[in-house]
């Protein structure tokens, strides 16, 4: 099994003392739920952990495993980024099976000092790497052979889905991924993200270039986009809009996407969690800009 090792950083005598006394008073309730011993962190790795058949291994999840539904009645530590080591340590894990990303750094440490083997997923936008992802997961959780077969099936898929795609080479479609439209400002995905690797996958061209990672758009930046389509996650609340609230915006009013009404929204952790339902995702995407 693959651990993940961090820089020593000091944590204080009491607060790790108290820790592990939390730890050890969970012992009790660790042995009388059989097999529950893994907590998953990262949407894709907790879908994975199901798609894998091992799902009776969960004794938690992070606020962002929201796939399969029945995955919600597991408790939640907290969003992955921002874990505390009380909310870790509270549900007593065996072993940690994450995304890349995790933290803080601090939190991590006070893992590490508390000796809980943490298996870090490599994590790359590509058939390939969502191979890899599946297959890291399957050898921390003791199944690589039901990894291996379930790594083989959703490459493939992703692979025709990608071909399939590729028919419209000739005439893509320019796809500005907007991660977030809270308060009328935009959030627009460059390259190097998943969103920009999706948007190709599926045979679109990520219409914000030039561009790395996920940054704020001005009015010139995303009318010089010149988008046909506009993408979102599939959300309520603030960072959601409706076609009518976008269209509306000055950066949006003047763009093809929005003389066309051409909005595309799906599931978020389908369309970028690069997990067992990456090729559905290339599909749903592609016959939604192409109508095939």
């Not at 020593?8 to 820790?19: D, E, T």
């Not at 907790?46 to 796939?67: C, F, K, N, P, W």
């Not at 959601?240 to 978020?268: H, M, N, Q």
Request: charged share 20%; glycine share 10%.
């Amino acid at each position: 099994m693959r651990r993940r090792s961090f820089s020593a950083l000091a944590v204080s005598s009491a607060v790790y003392l108290a820790l592990g006394a939390l730890g050890a008073a969970l012992s009790p309730a660790e042995a009388a739920r059989g097999e529950a011993d893994t907590l998953a962190i990262g949407g894709s790795v907790t879908e994975i952990v199901y798609a894998l058949g091992q799902e009776h291994r969960l004794v938690a999840r992070d606020t962002t495993s929201t796939y399969p539904p029945e995955a919600t009645a597991l408790p939640d530590v907290g969003y992955m980024r921002a874990l505390s080591p009380e909310g870790v340590l509270s549900v007593g894990p065996d072993l940690i099976v994450s995304e890349e990303g995790a933290g803080p750094p601090e939190t991590l440490a006070v893992l590490e000092e508390a000796a809980i083997p943490f298996v870090t997923v490599p994590g790359a936008f590509t058939a390939e790497g969502v191979a890899a992802k599946i297959r890291a997961v399957g050898d921390a959780l003791d199944a690589p052979e039901a990894a291996e077969a379930l790594a083989a099936q959703v490459a493939g898929e992703i692979e025709a889905a990608s071909a399939r795609a590729a028919a419209h080479a000739d005439a893509p479609k320019r796809v500005l991924f907007i991660l977030s439209a809270q308060g009328g400002r935009l959030m627009g995905a460059g390259d190097d993200t998943g969103a920009a690797a999706i948007i190709e996958l599926a045979g679109g061209v990520n219409a914000l270039e030039g561009v790395t990672g996920y940054k704020p758009l001005s009015d010139e930046a995303a009318a010089a986009a010149a988008p046909d389509v506009i993408l979102m996650m599939d959300r309520t609340g603030d960072h959601g809009a409706s076609a009518e609230e976008l269209f509306a915006l000055p950066a949006l009013a003047v763009t093809p996407a929005a003389e066309a009404r051409a909005l595309i929204k799906i599931d978020g952790l389908k369309l970028l969690g690069f997990g067992p339902r990456t090729g559905a995702a290339v599909s749903e995407l592609s016959t939604a800009l192409y109508g095939d």
